[in-house]
Antibody, heavy 115, light 105 residues
Framework: QVQLKESGPGLVQPSETLSLTCTVS????????VSWVRQPSGKGPEWMGR???????AYNSALKSRLSISRDTSKNQVFLKMNSLQTDDTGTYYC?????????WGQGVMVTVSS | IQLTQSPSLLSASVGDRVTLSCKGS??????LAWYQQKLGEAPKLLIY???SLQTGIPSRFSGSGSGTDYTLTISSLQPEDVATYFC????????FGGGTKLELK
């Protein structure tokens, strides 16, 4: 069955870089795209960026200067790196299988930006 | 495209017919989905392409709309439907609405 699982540090220092990994199973990264979505506590989700099935990427314009998404198809993994983190980057980060809509989601990883 | 959901909080009784609204700042061309999010869980896809029911979702959930105005309807509210509901458009970029929190009266 389709599964996605996020992993990474729960606490990041301000101005530091966040690195997250999404490990997928039950589908191929060369057939489906994967998006990263984040959600501050008590607020609506925000699309961050997308790794297309063909290896191309797309980013939210508000995050583009700080965000990088890559993948390793041999390991079924998609990676997120975002630099210059601030306190308002605190929230839950999800990876999702992406058609145009997101049909499967990981459980999410809570990231707190704090010193 | 910005999405505005209303109301932000809705109280209803078990068995009620419930309607949630989502309005886009531009034409969405029916590229609209609805998600249900229960406390502490990831969002769950209910409806895609305005009115297509995701596999495994109860038939009491339905979607409708066109242009800039879309609706999620729950025909008979059940206790397990207590959640926050988000609309999401994928016509031009990918954006979510702010959510409607549905609670039992």
């Amino acid at each position: 069955q389709v599964q996605l699982k996020e992993s990474g540090p729960g606490l990041v220092q301000p101005s530091e870089t966040l690195s997250l990994t999404c490990t997928v199973s039950g589908f191929s990264l060369t057939s489906y795209s994967v998006s990263w979505v984040r959600q501050p506590s008590g607020k609506g989700p925000e699309w961050m960026g997308r790794m297309w099935y063909d290896g191309d990427t797309a980013y939210n314009s508000a995050l583009k200067s700080r965000l990088s998404i890559s993948r390793d198809t041999s390991k079924n993994q998609v990676f997120l790196k975002m630099n210059s983190l601030q306190t308002d980057d605190t929230g839950t980060y999800y990876c999702t299988r992406a058609r145009d809509y997101f049909d499967y989601w990981g459980q999410g990883v809570m990231v707190t930006v704090s010193s | 495209i910005q999405l505005t959901q209303s109301p932000s909080l809705l109280s209803a009784s078990v068995g009620d017919r419930v309607t949630l609204s989502c309005k886009g700042s531009q034409n969405i061309n029916n590229y609209l989905a609805w998600y249900q999010q229960k406390l502490g869980e990831a969002p769950k896809l209910l409806i895609y392409n305005t009115n297509s029911l995701q596999t495994g979702i109860p038939s009491r959930f339905s979607g409708s709309g066109s242009g800039t105005d879309y609706t999620l309807t729950i025909s008979s509210l059940q206790p397990e439907d207590v959640a926050t509901y988000f609309c999401y458009q994928y016509n031009n970029g990918w954006t979510f609405g702010g959510g409607t929190k549905l609670e039992l009266k």
